[in-house]
């Protein structure tokens, strides 16, 4: 993988954890989290009105992963709701890898070289070894984390077909986050109400920040899918599970480890593999 590549994922992974920092840290999540896709929406909208839209072939995809966005927005909050973030988030991020790697055999027809496949069961094994306590995987909210992780892989294979499609990795990812941003507050009057929604809440700016912050995050994700192996550049990318345990650590209150210190020295290995 070229090194520009690797270092622009890297960062992308940072802008990650402090985002699910500041879900992780409010009390609406699901507010937060609609909040954040208004602000995205906005953004995307104004971004795209300069750019050609992307080729027609994509759009199909573009639809998909708007939707499985929602979704996964929708497990996440949930997720959250009961679990920590030095727990939940390795749950989530951990099992993505792998499954990404298998969806971009089976529906895009990559492969990739060994040295990178272990690179990627190092990160993905690491990064679940961290929410481990003792021997046991005592996660409250287990199956939402693993969900989240399935939405995950889902979205990004799709998006990573559909960008390739495109022609115009940017203006795929303003369209789709355009797209996306606009369902999750329907979605959210739909179980809750418009009122309570667009009321204004101390949160308000930080949920604001949160959302620019995913966006950015996840547009030099989506084009280095354009670059590189769906599941190399999914695996670099959850090495925001580094940056998340010692955002935990130093501003939630959550405990570092010795063994989240090993688990994250195997993350590291794994990624000088991959890149």
Known sequence: MPIHITLLVLFAALLHASWNALLRGGTDRLWSMTIMCIAIAIASIVAAVFMEPPAVASWSYG???ALLHVGYNLFLVRSYRVGDLGQTYPVSRG???????LGAAAFAGESIA???LLGIALVSGAIISLAFRGRNLSVPSLPYALGTGCFIAAYSV???IGTRLSGAPLAYTVWMCALWGVLM????IGLRDARSLFSFRPGTLTA??????SLLAYGIVIYAMNEAPLGAVSALRETSVLFAALIGYAFLGETLTT???VACAVIVSGTLLIG
């Open 63 to 65: 639809l998909l992963s």
């Open 95 to 101: 099992s993505s890898p792998v499954l990404i790697t």
């Open 114 to 116: 060994p040295g990178a």
């Open 158 to 160: 799709t998006d990573g």
């Open 185 to 188: 507050p329907a979605v959210y």
């Open 208 to 213: 604001v920040v949160g959302g620019l912050v």
């Open 259 to 261: 063994r989240r210190v």
